[in-house]
T-cell receptor, first 116, second 110 residues
Framework: DTGVSQDPRHKITKRGQNVTFRCDPI?????LYWYRQTLGQGPEFLTY????????KSRLLSDRFSAERPKGSFSTLEIQRTEQGDSAMYLC??????????????FGSGTRLTVV | QQQVKQSPQSLIVQKGGIPIINCAYE??????FPWYQQFPGKGPALLIA?????SEKKEGRFTISFNKSAKQFSLHIMDSQPGDSATYFC?????????FGTGTSLTVIP
């Protein structure tokens, strides 16, 4: 397993367009997280899945954002009607219950979104 | 509201120096305090972590000092090297959600 994979690495979109990002976690990890990181800031929590169930959502996750993890494996994050304020690095992380306390999260390299 | 406050924002040291990065938190329910290292274009990678039942943890050249009564913790990097130049984030958590500091950009000059 090569770690957490995110696709695409970069996305430039026009304001108002919809975008979708994909995350493939480490295969044995049942917990998957989405974070957003803006320039000069630390990552901010967006949402969390345990298997296919979305268990927590941040207030940062407006109704233009939707995340899914349909089979408890990969996850997608969709942003509808993008705004310039959505420009950020979107990070995916995974872990399992045992690894959380031992290793914390394993982050992917992120998808950098630029809305023009 | 920033759950974890981190300082300084940036730090420049000579090779071999000992940079120290500080973090403070308010929520006494936090029970896990990791430090992450991030290089440009990469996601954060776990460096070292501590739980509040110990006051210090050392792994290689990296040491966390933890002061539970002051609700503060810090990262020390011994014998710093140019390859340590990166952004460092502290974090705190209880359960699943991690709260990150705003990051410290470290530059180690050869």
């Amino acid at each position: 397993d090569t770690g957490v994979s995110q696709d695409p690495r970069h996305k430039i979109t026009k304001r108002g367009q919809n975008v979708t990002f994909r995350c493939d976690p480490i295969s044995e990890h049942n917990r998957l997280y989405w974070y957003r990181q803006t320039l000069g800031q630390g990552p901010e929590f967006l949402t969390y899945f345990q298997n296919e169930a979305q268990l927590e959502k941040s207030r940062l996750l407006s109704d233009r954002f939707s995340a899914e993890r349909p089979k408890g494996s990969f996850s997608t994050l969709e942003i509808q009607r993008t705004e310039q304020g959505d420009s950020a690095m979107y990070l995916c992380a995974s872990t399992d219950g045992a690894a959380l306390g031992r290793e914390g999260y394993t982050f992917g390299s992120g998808t950098r979104l630029t809305v023009v | 509201q920033q759950q974890v406050k981190q300082s300084p924002q940036s730090l420049i040291v000579q090779k071999g120096g000992i940079p120290i990065i500080n973090c403070a938190y308010e929520n006494t329910a936090f029970d896990y305090f990791p430090w992450y290292q991030q290089f440009p274009g990469k996601g954060p990678a776990l460096l070292i972590a501590i739980r509040p039942d110990v006051s210090e943890k050392k792994e290689g050249r990296f040491t966390i000092s933890f002061n539970k009564s002051a609700k503060q913790f810090s990262l020390h990097i011994m014998d710093s090297q140019p390859g340590d130049s990166a952004t460092y984030f502290c974090a705190a958590s209880r359960g699943n959600q991690f709260y990150f500091g705003t990051g410290t950009s470290l530059t180690v000059i050869p």
